[in-house]
């Protein structure tokens, strides 16, 4: 099996930077993603991370740590818009499984 | 491209009932994958597939069954529903190099 870690709500204001942090523990691991889901809203792909280190993506950025069994997302500048849940996933095995974590809930507030 | 479509949207079953969940993508990707999100938690994986003809059960696949006779579908079947059924069912695809999930809209399914 596998297991996500990831706290259930963070609250930052605008124009700040938050870490949302995920531990993981499994078997077969091949790489850590992460996914921004509205209220009402499908999970739509952030980032995906196969190799320990910083990956960029404009205001978003994730790391991995494989050796910690941990990695965690940042977002900049934090707009209203960024008021989401965002959810860490695990692929596991050569067969493309994605295993998702309970989920972080990001309030941003003025 | 429309992506992944799922239908219905929205659906409510009697206990006992049965019905299929409609999934499609249009972007010829292999994988498939079922996902089923109760309120406030993560998705957990019920199916998914890796071809044509090749299914395999996740992390909850009881009470569900699936099938994959093309590419492009993959319905999910729910047979004799049960209030534990009631979830919002979302249907994904990912892409050749398996890093990134395209997920339909999601069908939100009460059992009453």
């Known amino acids: 099996g596998q297991s996500l870690e990831q706290p259930s709500e963070v609250t930052a204001v605008e124009g700040a930077i938050v870490q949302i942090n995920c531990t993981y523990q499994?078997?077969?691991?091949?790489?850590l993603s992460w996914y921004q889901q509205h209220d009402g809203g499908a999970p739509t792909f952030l980032s995906y991370?196969?190799?320990?280190g910083l990956e960029e993506t404009g205001r978003f950025s994730s790391f991995l740590s494989r050796s910690d069994s941990y990695g965690y997302l940042l977002l900049q500048e934090l707009q209203m818009k960024d008021s989401a849940s965002y959810f860490c996933?695990?692929?596991?095995?050569?067969?493309?499984?994605?295993?998702f974590g309970s989920g972080t809930k990001l309030n941003v507030k003025p | 491209n429309a992506g992944v479509t799922q239908t219905p949207k929205f659906r409510i079953l009697k206990i006992g009932q049965s019905m299929t969940l409609q999934c499609a993508q249009d972007?010829?990707?292999?994988?498939m994958y079922w996902y089923r999100q109760d309120p406030g938690m993560g998705l957990k994986l019920i199916y998914y597939?890796?071809?044509?003809?090749?299914?395999d059960k996740g992390e909850v696949p009881n009470g569900y069954n699936v099938s994959r006779s093309t590419t492009e579908d993959f319905p999910l079947r729910l047979e004799l529903a049960a209030p534990s059924q009631t979830s919002v069912y979302f249907c994904?695809?990912?892409?050749?190099?398996?890093?990134?999930?395209?997920f339909g809209s999601g069908t939100q399914l009460s059992v009453l």
């Open positions: 994904a695809s990912s892409t050749p190099d398996g890093e990134k999930l395209f």
């Open positions: 499994t078997s077969g691991f091949y790489g």
């Open positions: 991370n196969g190799l320990d």
């Open positions: 996933a695990v692929k596991r095995g050569n067969f493309n499984k994605f295993y």
């Open positions: 972007m010829n990707h292999n994988y």
């Open positions: 597939s890796v071809g044509a003809g090749i299914t």
